[in-house]
């Protein structure tokens, strides 16, 4: 049997001037339960990142909270010194009191701390794309980014994007500086950022869907038994048939799982089931 591999899904550019396989691992889950400390065993988690790069994934997306410092620590256990292609995406604006708990904190003090952070974990000199992670009600979106933009000006952040943004909040960042991905909850069962998804396609944004995997979706269920796959697999089949400019990332602590996923980019669903699924 051929074994998986994300290059089948083709590649899509990030920032113009990075070109990566558009099915993506998104490193949240290497991490404990509640995405709080270390996983039941780390040894297991570095082998998923290894064998998520050996398969193809040149574009891992993480995050200093995941864990917090967790996901990053191991990414680079794992795969440093990085291949020449391997982009690495994190995130900063969030804060971690405990197991499920998410405090926003977009001050550019804690932005300015986070980045720094990430780059030292990582072992990187630069990051390829920082998202900032979620806006803060308390801190303007100007005062947020202005920091982030500052390091890019010094050469510590490549690419900026943004996370959890409306389309007013992307309106906003882009009159700052240029922004070149969004990172938002969408799955076939979440459609809350569809208008998002269009605009990312209209304006040649990369789209990461976070929560990807969700197969209540009746066409879904449908999908995977007329093909003999697994419900996961439809829906990201689904997510890269959706648009050109949707970059999926799905998530595992398993090497069974990371494979049945990185297997949904060869599938190829027929029109009809994508209408179907988008409903």
Known sequence: ?????????????????LTVNRLGFGAMRITG?????????????KSVLRRAVELGVNFIDTADSYGPHVSEELIAE??????????????????RTGPGQWPVNGS?????????????RLKLEQIPLYQFHRPDPKVPIEESLGVLIEAKNAGKIRHLGVSNFDETQIAIAQGLTPIVSVQNRYNADDR??????DLCEQESLVFLPWAPISAD??????????????????????????????????????????EENLAAASLQLTPAEVAAITG
Not at 1 to 17: C, L, Q, R, W, Y
Not at 78 to 95: C, F, M, N, Q, S
Not at 192 to 197: A, D, L
Not at 235 to 242: E, S
Request: proline fraction near 9%; glycine fraction near 10%.
């Open 1 to 17: 049997m051929t074994e998986p591999n994300a290059a089948a899904a083709g590649t899509i550019d990030v920032g113009g001037d």
């Open 217 to 258: 979706n009746p066409a879904v269920k449908q999908a995977a038994v007329d093909h003999g796959v697994s419900p996961r697999q439809v829906v990201l089949a689904w997510l890269l048939a959706r648009s050109p400019k949707i970059l999926p990332i799905p998530g595992t602590g398993s090497i069974e799982h990371l």
């Open 33 to 45: 339960d509640g995405i709080w400390g270390d996983p039941p065993d780390r040894e297991v988690a």
């Open 192 to 197: 809350s950022s569809e208008t998002v998804v």
């Open 108 to 120: 550019p003090e804690h932005l300015v701390k986070a980045l720094d952070g990430s780059l030292k």
């Open 78 to 95: 794992a795969l440093y010194p990085y291949a020449d292609d391997l982009v690495i995406a994190t995130k900063g604006g969030l804060e």
